[in-house]
């Protein structure tokens, strides 16, 4: 017989959550997957003509609600038997999404359709992480039971400690978080059912600042700090990364609020190469701690998840050669030098990054709190200001972007750099998880699987090894 829960603890709050989820207020407040998945049928009215081998095809056109225009070629293949060829997938939209919107071109960030500025300046992690879930912001008690159970599900099963034992001290974080979130399925295996993936969303967002900070306590050889429940998401955080048992901790409000704001930014951000990787490897119906296991190791790239490591060890560069960043400077500026200078413009946003602008004021607040006196971060203050006042860099809009700031920030919060891809991840889960639900929300949803035009050998016959 299962023994009796106690109040508060780990089993009460599960039994609690399976019966009062989040999934189930969301319920009577406004209706299942409310705000979760939207699909717009083509519209029969606008049509895009496509001629091949003398022959015409119709293929329907898509609009979203901002206006964003796609061609259906859905049955493209079917019709006419070509497929389009897109490397990189940059001009192929691979799903209909309700959840962020993105303009490059005026520098606008949504989530659920709320501007990134107004959830940064008023709204917690916790709450981010409820509306790109189930689409709405939470009320009172929907913010209350999801916050409760990210705090009474931030322990790691006892066994876990070991796999920690295993791992060497040079161990890179981000294969640790990486292969500690896919083993997590060994202690949940899938139960059908809503309420279930429910518990298990709360599950990896609430395990996970644990697992991270456990990784980077493994690198340094400190005991592992386990988390208190009277914290908040990033207090718990911080706490389990700076605290030692000889000394009392107390994590500084800027920082805290720093962090709040840093994990937010980095929330989601439409479809790009990890959420992409999150969708494809979901498509088969894998669980979901292998979708996002899969996930974090997109991340990890330095294409990607990796930028403002990059960042750091730039400025670590021009430290070593003396300081001297106009002369980095004059070099980015140097059609026939292959320097470039790391963390200034952006693939997606033309004009600025709203995030950056966001990051700046916090970065501000957290150097004058924590009065840092670092070389690397006065040598990106003074690239910042080369930035936004040099005409070169004006004219071709080379602002300071999101892993420009990010990296000063968690410089000055002490955060070493082979951590910052494990925070971008931290902030990122939720997002993947919202693009994981939305895909098995959608009745049409099915295995991801892209062609290919081949370009290899034509068919050729068997040679025998002695005649080669």
């Given at each position: 017989?299962?023994?009796?829960?106690?109040?508060?603890?780990?089993?009460?709050?599960?039994?609690?959550?399976?019966?009062?989820?989040?999934?189930?207020?969301?319920?009577?407040?406004?209706?299942?997957?409310?705000?979760?998945?939207?699909?717009?049928?083509?519209?029969?009215?606008?049509?895009?003509?496509?001629?091949?081998?003398?022959?015409?095809?119709?293929?329907?056109?898509?609009?979203?609600?901002?206006?964003?225009?796609?061609?259906?070629?859905?049955?493209?293949?079917?019709?006419?038997?070509?497929?389009?060829?897109?490397?990189?997938?940059?001009?192929?939209?691979?799903?209909?999404?309700?959840?962020?919107?993105?303009?490059?071109?005026?520098?606008?960030?949504?989530?659920?359709?709320f501007p990134i500025e107004q959830l940064a300046e008023n709204a917690s992690f916790?709450?981010?992480?409820?509306?790109?879930?189930?689409?709405?912001?939470?009320?009172?008690?929907?913010?209350?039971?999801?916050?409760?159970?990210?705090t009474n599900h931030s322990m790691i099963h006892e066994d876990m400690k070991k796999?920690?034992?295993?791992?060497?001290?040079?161990?890179?974080?981000?294969?640790?978080?990486?292969?500690?979130?896919?083993?997590?399925?060994?202690?949940?295996?899938?139960?059908?059912?809503?309420?279930?993936?429910?518990?298990?969303?709360?599950?990896?967002?609430?395990?996970?600042?644990?697992?991270?900070?456990?990784?980077?306590?493994?690198?340094?050889?400190?005991?592992?700090?386990?988390?208190?429940?009277?914290?908040?998401?990033?207090?718990?955080?911080?706490?389990?990364?700076?605290?030692?048992?000889?000394?009392?901790?107390?994590?500084?409000?800027?920082?805290?609020?720093?962090?709040?704001?840093?994990?937010?930014?980095?929330?989601?951000?439409?479809?790009?190469?990890?959420?992409?990787?999150?969708?494809?490897?979901?498509?088969?119906?894998?669980?979901?701690?292998?979708?996002?296991?899969?996930?974090?190791?997109?991340?990890?790239?330095?294409?990607?998840?990796?930028?403002?490591?990059?960042?750091?060890?730039?400025?670590?560069?021009?430290?070593?050669?003396?300081?001297?960043?106009?002369?980095?400077?004059?070099?980015?500026?140097?059609?026939?030098?292959?320097?470039?200078?790391?963390?200034?413009?952006?693939?997606?946003?033309?004009?600025?990054?709203?995030?950056?602008?966001?990051?700046?004021?916090?970065?501000?607040?957290?150097?004058?709190?924590?009065?840092?006196?670092?070389?690397?971060?006065?040598?990106?203050?003074?690239?910042?200001?080369?930035?936004?006042?040099?005409?070169?860099?004006?004219?071709?809009?080379?602002?300071?972007?999101?892993?420009?700031?990010?990296?000063?920030?968690?410089?000055?919060?002490?955060?070493?750099?082979?951590?910052?891809?494990?925070?971008?991840?931290?902030?990122?889960?939720?997002?993947?998880?919202?693009?994981?639900?939305?895909?098995?929300?959608?009745?049409?949803?099915?295995?991801?699987?892209?062609?290919?035009?081949?370009?290899?050998?034509?068919?050729?016959?068997?040679?025998?090894?002695?005649q080669r």
């Amino acid at each position: 017989m299962r023994p009796k829960a106690q109040p508060g603890s780990p089993v009460e709050w599960e039994g609690r959550l399976r019966s009062e989820s989040p999934l189930k207020i969301m319920v009577m407040a406004h209706g299942r997957g409310s705000g979760t998945y939207t699909k717009i049928k083509a519209s029969m009215m606008e049509n895009a003509k496509l001629s091949l081998d003398g022959q015409e095809y119709d293929l329907p056109v898509v609009t979203g609600t901002e206006g964003e225009r796609g061609i259906d070629i859905t049955s493209l293949r079917g019709e006419s038997g070509a497929i389009t060829l897109d490397s990189g997938y940059g001009n192929t939209g691979s799903c209909q999404s309700s959840i962020c919107f993105i303009n490059g071109e005026q520098g606008i960030l949504r989530y659920r359709g709320f501007p990134i500025e107004q959830l940064a300046e008023n709204a917690s992690f916790a709450e981010v992480c409820y509306l790109l879930i189930y689409g709405e912001l939470p009320t009172a008690d929907q913010l209350k039971a999801f916050s409760g159970g990210l705090t009474n599900h931030s322990m790691i099963h006892e066994d876990m400690k070991k796999f920690f034992e295993g791992y060497p001290a040079s161990a890179h974080p981000m294969a640790v978080l990486s292969s500690m979130i896919a083993s997590l399925a060994t202690y949940y295996p899938k139960i059908e059912g809503d309420e279930d993936e429910d518990l298990n969303f709360i599950r990896v967002l609430a395990k996970a600042k644990t697992i991270a900070a456990w990784a980077y306590k493994k690198s340094i050889g400190q005991p592992l700090v386990y988390p208190l429940n009277h914290l908040s998401y990033c207090g718990n955080f911080l706490n389990m990364m700076f605290s030692v048992p000889t000394e009392d901790y107390q994590a500084s409000p800027v920082v805290e609020n720093a962090l709040n704001v840093l994990l937010i930014l980095h929330a989601d951000h439409e479809q790009n190469c990890s959420t992409s990787t999150v969708r494809m490897v979901a498509s088969s119906q894998a669980n979901i701690f292998a979708s996002l296991s899969a996930g974090i190791c997109a991340l990890w790239g330095p294409l990607h998840g990796g930028a403002n490591q990059k960042v750091l060890e730039m400025l670590e560069m021009i430290r070593a050669d003396g300081a001297d960043y106009k002369k980095y400077v004059n070099l980015a500026k140097d059609r026939d030098s292959e320097f470039r200078l790391m963390g200034f413009g952006h693939r997606v946003y033309k004009n600025f990054d709203p995030r950056a602008t966001i990051l700046r004021k916090a970065c501000d607040e957290v150097l004058e709190e924590l009065g840092v006196d670092d070389p690397l971060l006065d040598i990106a203050k003074q690239l910042e200001d080369v930035a936004l006042n040099d005409d070169y860099f004006i004219e071709r809009k080379l602002y300071p972007n999101v892993d420009f700031y990010s990296g000063v920030l968690y410089r000055a919060m002490g955060i070493p750099t082979n951590m910052f891809t494990v925070m971008f991840a931290l902030g990122r889960l939720p997002g993947w998880i919202s693009h994981l639900k939305e895909l098995r929300d959608d009745p049409g949803s099915r295995i991801n699987r892209p062609r290919q035009v081949y370009t290899g050998a034509t068919q050729r016959d068997y040679v025998p090894l002695d005649q080669r």
